[in-house]
């Protein structure tokens, strides 16, 4: 273990009482704001709740809003998340209800998934060959902008459109709809740009990038959605309205 430097007020926000709780952690060389709030979990009060798996940036589960701003714990080194402040400050993602403490419930967030109808369809059986889809085909390069999304849901915790229209489907949702928008191998276009289209779809965005500006990925969910509220004018035009 590293050499202790000091000490670091961490404000925790606790699910009961509903307030935030004051630690002091150790302070340590290249820590991350995950291995304080294992170490608080480990060494001062064990019924902290709160969830991660890999600390290598490749799952996403351990996000939580630090600071104000939603981030990976696990590659959100101290130093960085303090900007010159004495007190860290973690609480739960926004715009998803609290399990418990730290510990959000990805439910909602993954139904938007289904709601944009952000899943492959098939447009040919098993038994048809492969369709040769070129690297430079400028359909599959847009697609491939946008597959590295983890699913962490720290783009959907800085939406400020989700916060204001819980209906709305957030960024994540919609930009895996767009990369299969995209993919020329789907055969589901029409009823997605359809559901897109709908209630809390693509047209309910404000384009203010908190999106991209929080994405760990380096993803850019605010042009595809610009993207998506052209195909779908596009396709009412087709419809005749």
Known sequence: MAAEQGSIRVSVWRS???????FEAPRQASQTVLDVVTWIQQNADPSLAYRF??????????AMTVNGRPRWTCRTHVDRALDGGDTLEIAPLRNLPVIRDLATDMSPF??????ADAVFAPSTDREAPMAPILPENPRRQIA??????????????????????????????LNRAWTLVNDERDGGQAERLEALSGHGGCHNCHSTGAC?????????PT????GLKRATV????????
Do not use: H
């Open 16 to 22: 009961k009482p509903q307030a935030f709780e004051t």
């Open 53 to 62: 798996a890999c600390r290598v940036g490749m799952c996403g589960s351990c």
């Open 110 to 115: 993954f139904e938007k998934w289904v709601a």
């Open 144 to 173: 491939d902008a946008g597959i590295e999304c983890i699913n962490c849901a720290i783009c959907y915790a800085a939406c400020d459109t989700v916060a204001g229209n819980p209906d709305f489907l957030g960024p994540a949702a």
């Open 212 to 220: 991209q500006a929080v994405c760990p990925n380096d993803l850019n």
């Open 223 to 226: 042009g595809a959605i610009a």
């Open 234 to 241: 596009r396709a009412a035009f087709r419809r005749g309205g």
